[in-house]
Nanobody, 124 residues
Framework: QVQVVESGGGLVQAGASLRLTCTIS????????MGWFRQTPGKEREFVAT????????SYADSAKGRFTISRGNAKNTVYLQMNSLKPDDTAVYYC?????????????????WGQGTQVTVSS
């Protein structure tokens, strides 16, 4: 059984940085394309970033470009989301997700496995 566990959220001031970590167990990590999503109350879950199995290809939401970096360490079964220059609008629950899809994993429906989420709060 595949398990997805996020960590690293917290309360920070605007302009600060955070690094979220996601660990996969139950299946060979390198099989998965990985993604990060976020959700605020009353809104749908939105795509933040994705990284393909090899780690050589990434995609970002416009809101994340230039500030967030997704990376993976296949030897550690881990994917990271480095978030810099955080803004109050980045406040959300951040979810890590995994899929066996090779291409085009940009929407919630593309992913098969989800973590429980980690809260990120950015104060002004």
């Amino acid at each position: 059984q595949v398990q997805v566990v996020e960590s690293g959220g917290g309360l920070v001031q605007a302009g600060a940085s955070l690094r979220l970590t996601c660990t996969i167990s139950g299946r060979t990590f390198s099989s998965f394309t990985m993604g990060w999503f976020r959700q605020t109350p009353g809104k749908e879950r939105e795509f933040v970033a994705t990284i393909r199995r090899s780690g050589g290809s990434t995609s970002y939401a416009d809101s994340a470009k230039g500030r967030f970096t997704i990376s993976r360490g296949n030897a550690k079964n881990t994917v990271y989301l480095q978030m810099n220059s955080l803004k109050p609008d980045d406040t959300a629950v951040y979810y890590c997700a995994a899929t066996l899809r090779i291409n085009g994993a940009l929407s919630e429906a593309d992913y098969d496995y989800w973590g429980q989420g980690t809260q990120v709060t950015v104060s002004s």
